[in-house]
C-alpha cells in the first residue's frame, strides 16, 4: 500500500503568522526525500491553507505525484487543468466545515460530475472521487468514468466502539473490493493515524492511503522524517 502525505497542515501554521514559515513546500521536498509516494493537497475556495503559489511550485518541484483535492467548480477545475497534477481528488467542500466532513453524492448529482471529469480528462488529468464506502456511489463512479475512488475513512477513524469500528472496516473491505472489480483505483483516507491505521491495513485492494493531520501532528515531535518511517513500518508491517 502507498502512502501520500497531506500537506495542508503545514500551511496551516504558516497561515496563523501570515508569514513565510514553515513552507508546505519545502516541507513536501523533504517528505518525498523520506520516501512518500505523492503529495496531497487541498486548494480550498477560501484559500485558508494552501494557497495558488504552494500548488503551482509543487507542481514544478515535486518529483513523486501531485494529488490535488478540489470542489468541483468552475473556478478551481480551470486551475486543475493549469496546474495538471497527476491526479484531482473532487471532495465536497463547505466553508464553514473545519475539514471535509464526508464523501461527495454521486448519484444526486451525476451529471454535475460527469461534466467536471469530462473536463479534466480533456486536460489529461486522472480523476478520483472522494465517496462513502457504498457500492452505489462506487457504480455511479464508474458509470461517470471515475479512473479513482477515495473511500472516506473518517467513519472508520473516529467509530465510537470497537463494533462500529469493524462494521466500518467491512464496509470499506466490500468497498474496495467492488471498486477494483470495476476497474478503478482505490485510495482511502481521513482521519487515520498510528493506532487505527494497524487494523485498516488489513483490508484488501486499497493502492493507496492519503494522510495529513495525525503524521504532521507527530512530526511536531519527532521530526519529520521520523513521522514518516514510523508510518511506513506500520504499513510494512500490518499491509498487505
Ligand atoms: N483525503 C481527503 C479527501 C481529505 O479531504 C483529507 C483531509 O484533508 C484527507 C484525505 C486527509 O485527512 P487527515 O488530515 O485526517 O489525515
Do not use: W
Amino acid at each position: 500500500m502507498k502512502f501520500s502525505l497531506n500537506v495542508d497542515h503545514v500551511a496551516t501554521v504558516r497561515n496563523a503568522r501570515g508569514e513565510a514559515q514553515p513552507d508546505p513546500v519545502t516541507f513536501a521536498l523533504m517528505a518525498e526525500k523520506f520516501g512518500v509516494d505523492g503529495i496531497v493537497t487541498h486548494l480550498r475556495e477560501d484559500r485558508r491553507h494552501i494557497n495558488e503559489r504552494d500548488v503551482r511550485l509543487l507542481r514544478e518541484l515535486i518529483k513523486t505525484k501531485l494529488d490535488l483535492e478540489m470542489a468541483a467548480t468552475p473556478e478551481i477545475i480551470e486551475t486543475a487543468c493549469d496546474v495538471q497534477p497527476e491526479l484531482s481528488t473532487l471532495v465536497p467542500e463547505k466553508r464553514q466545515e473545519l475539514t471535509t466532513e464526508g464523501g461527495i453524492n454521486v448519484i444526486d448529482n451525476i451529471e454535475h460530475y460527469r461534466d467536471a471529469i469530462a473536463e479534466l480528462h480533456k486536460a489529461s488529468i486522472s480523476v478520483s472521487l472522494f465517496i462513502e464506502p457504498d457500492v452505489n456511489q462506487i457504480d455511479a463512479s464508474a458509470e461517470i468514468g471515475a479512473d479513482f475512488i477515495e473511500i472516506h475513512t473518517g467513519l472508520y477513524a473516529n467509530a465510537g466502539s470497537e463494533e462500529e469500528m469493524f462494521d466500518e472496516l467491512e464496509k470499506i473491505r466490500i468497498a474496495a473490493k467492488h471498486a477494483k472489480k470495476l476497474g478503478m483505483g482505490v485510495n482511502a483516507g481521513h482521519g487515520l493515524n498510528y493506532i487505527n491505521i494497524k487494523d485498516f491495513l488489513a483490508v484488501e485492494n486499497i493502492d493507496e492511503i492519503s494522510i495529513g493531520h495525525a503524521v504532521i501532528a507527530h512530526a511536531l515531535f519527532v521530526g519529520l522524517e521520523r513521522a514518516v518511517k514510523e508510518m511506513f513500518a506500520l504499513i510494512n508491517t500490518y499491509g498487505k
